[in-house]
Nanobody
Framework: QVQLVESGGGLVQPGGSLRLSCAASGSAFSIYYMSWYRQAPGKERELVAAITGGGNTNYADSVKGRFTISRDNARNTVYLQMNSLKPEDTAVYYC????????????WGQGTQVTVSS
């Protein structure tokens, strides 16, 4: 089973930047479908960004132009670069991995808190 370890959350002022990292176990990382979700207090978990093994990406409308998802297959790591952060970006951010034949399996990271506040 794939395991994920996230890092990089914290407190940042509005307009600031953070980079989240998610390291995955497993020998087939290059074909895993990786994504970032977030969950704010009292709200449902929502997709932020996703990236295929080939590097194709998609983003939530609310973060387009501000966030960038990328991956380093040599390091088994996916990143979320977050720029121009807003208070409404405050949430717990989760890394998710879909893997296996037809992506039948999924696993989640433990979550990392991002707080945007002055």
């Amino acid at each position: 089973q794939v395991q994920l370890v996230e890092s990089g959350g914290g407190l940042v002022q509005p307009g600031g930047s953070l980079r989240l990292s998610c390291a995955a176990s497993g020998s087939a990382f290059s074909i895993y479908y990786m994504s970032w979700y977030r969950q704010a207090p009292g709200k449902e978990r929502e997709l932020v960004a996703a990236i295929t093994g080939g590097g194709n990406t998609n983003y939530a409308d609310s973060v387009k132009g501000r966030f960038t998802i990328s991956r380093d297959n040599a390091r088994n790591t996916v990143y979320l670069q977050m720029n121009s952060l807003k208070p409404e970006d405050t949430a717990v951010y989760y890394c998710k991995c879909d893997y296996g034949l037809a992506y039948r399996f999924e696993t989640w990271g433990q979550g990392t808190q991002v707080t945007v506040s002055s």
